[in-house]
């Protein structure tokens, strides 16, 4: 969910996750390479839970699954689990989230995390939204998600749940912080610390408009942590404050560890509102920096401007998309410490489209080079993830439009694209498509036909592994299905 004004907090967002159901044998798609994608999402869980309705309005998209990520197993690569939405809702959030494991790398099945209402044993929420999963040196899978109600209450709440077995079981459910209006909870993400087993992180923002109207708006950064390997998780805290700086927010906050020095970095943007809270004055990316385990954080450190225009149908703006605009994807050299961060960004167009842009630091995010592009030079790109393989290959994936042509208003022809950076080198980038080409606008309708505010990609091995949503033509009960592929990087 992402929410810039107090408005529109309650109305965007909600998710759920996922408990035990079988997987019948994996499909294959293929891109222009022929590597084989293995179709992650079967079946759904929630298809007979009638929770979440807020208005006559409200529509449920059945069978659709989006807004995937993913972790791997860092003691065995085919040890893989990823999370999503299950059966989005168009006004916010998602029926349930669910999660899909492997021990295989091939052969996904289905789990039900405990998040929502219409989870078996789920949390006391409506909807569900904002999967995320991380998994320690010690093998614990951490899920985490937000439980939103939209009818009986306005409560927002962080949750956290754990696995030992691999993603098959979900236990140790906590609601690791809950408001209700004026304030809201949104985005989190949550982090295994790669080098302190039991250890593990939940980063977010949240939305204060008390008293509710202008000029009383505000967003920090909070944080929990877990020590004891998700059976219990500290109190929240803010660990980023916005309240120098009247009508400010931060969202997509996202830790990542250097597992040379235990360092950690999170990322995130911050978002300056107009007094009357209805348009954006000012955005750019930022970090902190802790190099005592999360108990203390730095001053943040600005990291690059936010220059992301609206993402629409270029064709025909008036039809809006929804994609990864403002949110950060940070990764840490495993060899080097070299930090980089991919975002969309109109840079490269004068401001009339968003591209895959990339900056980097050398110095532990001291200071940071100008952006640089990475998808192709006049194509509209989106939902850009990055990643660092054991030898150092900087790896970025991202939707693109090249395939879409000119006067064309009736489909949106779109594919998932690898680009690789061998020692981060720009001068020996490559690409290749890793989706088919499919129809951007028949995904849900979500603030924008939608297939996730983010998708995922983790190193894997000596590779990197990915996981993205591509949506079904002609079938309205089905709009939309998770992929997952592991990748050589060179």
């Not at 614990?140 to 993603?167: C, H, M, N, P, Q």
């Amino acid at each position: 969910m992402r929410v810039f004004a107090p408005s529109t907090a309650v109305a965007t967002a909600a998710l759920l996750l996922a408990t035990v159901t079988g997987a019948p044998p994996a499909a294959a798609d293929r891109g222009s390479d022929g590597a084989p994608l293995t179709k992650v999402s079967h079946g759904d869980p929630y298809a007979d839970c009638t929770i979440g309705a807020m208005s006559p309005d409200s529509v449920v998209y059945p069978g659709t699954e989006v807004e995937p990520y993913l972790s791997v197993d860092p003691r065995d690569p085919k040890r893989v689990v990823t999370v999503f939405q299950q059966d989005r809702w168009n006004d916010g959030g998602a029926r349930g989230l669910a999660a899909a494991w492997t021990t295989d790398g091939h052969t996904f099945h289905e789990s039900t995390l405990p998040f929502s209402l219409c989870a078996p044993g789920g949390a006391d929420f409506e909807r569900a939204t904002d999967p995320w999963v991380s998994t320690g040196p010690d093998g614990i899978v951490y899920a985490s998600g937000e439980g939103v109600d939209f009818v009986k209450s306005t409560r927002s709440a962080l949750l956290a749940a754990t696995s030992r077995d691999g993603g098959r079981t979900w236990r140790n459910l906590t609601t690791t912080h809950v408001d209700e209006q004026p304030f809201f909870n949104d985005k989190p993400s949550i982090t295994a610390d790669p080098i302190r087993k039991g250890t593990a992180y939940q980063v977010w923002n949240r939305l204060d408009n008390d008293p509710p109207g202008p000029s009383a708006f505000n967003g920090p950064g909070y944080i929990s942590v877990t020590r004891d390997g998700g059976r219990t998780w500290s109190e929240a805290r803010q660990f980023v404050d916005t309240g120098a700086v009247p009508n400010t927010q931060t969202i997509g906050h996202q830790i990542v560890v250097d597992r040379r020095t235990g360092t950690l970095y999170d990322f995130f943007d911050t978002i300056t509102l107009t007094d009357d809270l209805s348009a954006v004055l000012e955005a750019h990316y930022a970090m902190v920096t802790s190099t005592d385990a999360g108990r203390t954080w730095s001053a943040p450190v600005t990291v690059a401007r936010d220059s992301s225009v609206p993402e629409v149908d270029p064709n025909d703006p008036a039809k809006l998309l929804r994609a990864a605009s403002t949110l950060p994807s940070p990764a840490v050299d495993p060899r080097t410490g070299t930090l980089y961060m991919a975002y969309e960004g109109a840079d490269f167009s004068g401001g009339a489209f968003d591209s895959v842009q990339l900056v980097r630091s050398t110095d532990s995010g001291r200071t940071w080079g100008a952006p640089e592009l990475i998808s192709p030079k006049g194509v509209p790109a989106f939902s850009p993830s990055v990643a660092v393989d054991e030898r150092g290959t900087l790896a970025l994936t991202y939707y693109d439009l090249r395939f879409l042509k000119p006067g064309d208003t009736t489909t949106l022809p779109t594919a998932y694209q690898l680009a690789t950076l061998p020692h981060g080198n720009p001068k020996l980038r490559t690409e290749r498509r890793i989706s088919r080409i499919f129809d951007w606008l028949q995904a849900p309708y979500a603030g924008g036909y939608f297939l996730g505010d983010y998708q995922g990609l983790v190193a894997d091995g000596k590779g990197v592994r990915a996981v993205l949503t591509e949506s079904n033509s002609g079938a309205p009960q089905n709009r939309t299905d998770v992929y997952s592929v592991s990748l050589p990087t060179r």
